[in-house]
């Protein structure tokens, strides 16, 4: 599986946009972008994924880059309770496995 | 929506005593898999299931560890003899194609 990078912590006011970035640079053509995150010590959560397209739906929108190295997760109104740490997951569908890296700790503030 | 279940929420076990964690996966789910997390670190693969067979496994994933779908509707972790480092969260997850679902964790505390 592709290796991920992420910053280690984000800030975000209340009410403002959250954009999380993740650079995955030797992602392969057959592999998916995912975004999960995990509140304190809950399992993950499923938010979102795409392949090369934006995606949107009711939690967050994902942008990827047109050469697919990055993307980029927005939550579009940040909440208290969207603090958790956000995963960027790099895999290919169906059965393969998940490998989380350390994420990036996104904290809002009110 | 529907949730991935597991129990117990809380396993308290002595070192070398066996123990069995449950996870009830989504219904018409066909990828099972688990997963763990030691307090304060990354979640680490162990083990995925698909098709009443083991698809993949990690270095973790030894001979102490093995799973199993007794029946149409559990997916059970076993840990033969624990040791004090197999404490940890463990969360199973199921996927019926892209997204993969987790349980809340059972938390295994090894004395």
């Given at each position: ?110 | ?13 002595q070192m070398g005593q066996e ?62 003899s624990t040791k ?28």
């Amino acid at each position: 599986d592709a290796k991920t990078t992420q910053p280690p912590s984000m800030d975000c006011a209340e009410g403002r946009a959250a954009n999380l970035p993740c650079n995955h640079s030797t992602i392969s053509g057959n592999e998916y972008v995912y975004w999960y995150r995990q509140i304190h010590s809950q399992g993950p959560q499923y938010i979102i994924h795409g392949l090369k397209n934006n995606e949107t739906n009711e939690m967050a929108s994902l942008i990827i880059t047109e050469d697919r190295k990055s993307s980029t997760l927005i939550l579009p109104h940040a909440t208290l309770r969207d603090t958790a740490v956000y995963y960027c997951i790099v895999r290919v569908e169906r059965r393969s496995k998940s490998t989380f890296g350390d994420g990036t700790t996104l904290t809002v503030k009110p | 929506e529907p949730e991935v279940t597991q129990t117990p929420s809380h396993q308290v076990t002595q070192m070398g005593q066996e123990v069995i964690l449950r996870c009830v996966p989504i219904s018409n789910h066909l990828y099972f898999y688990w997963y763990r997390q030691i307090l304060g670190q990354k979640v680490e693969f162990l083990v995925s299931f698909y098709n009443n067979e083991i698809s993949e496994k990690s270095e973790i994933f030894d001979d102490q560890f093995s799973v199993e779908r007794p029946d149409g509707s559990n997916f059970t972790l076993k840990i033969r003899s624990t040791k004090l480092e197999d404490s940890a969260m463990y969360f199973c997850a199921s996927s019926e194609s892209s997204k993969q679902y987790f349980g809340p964790g059972t938390r295994l505390t090894v004395t």
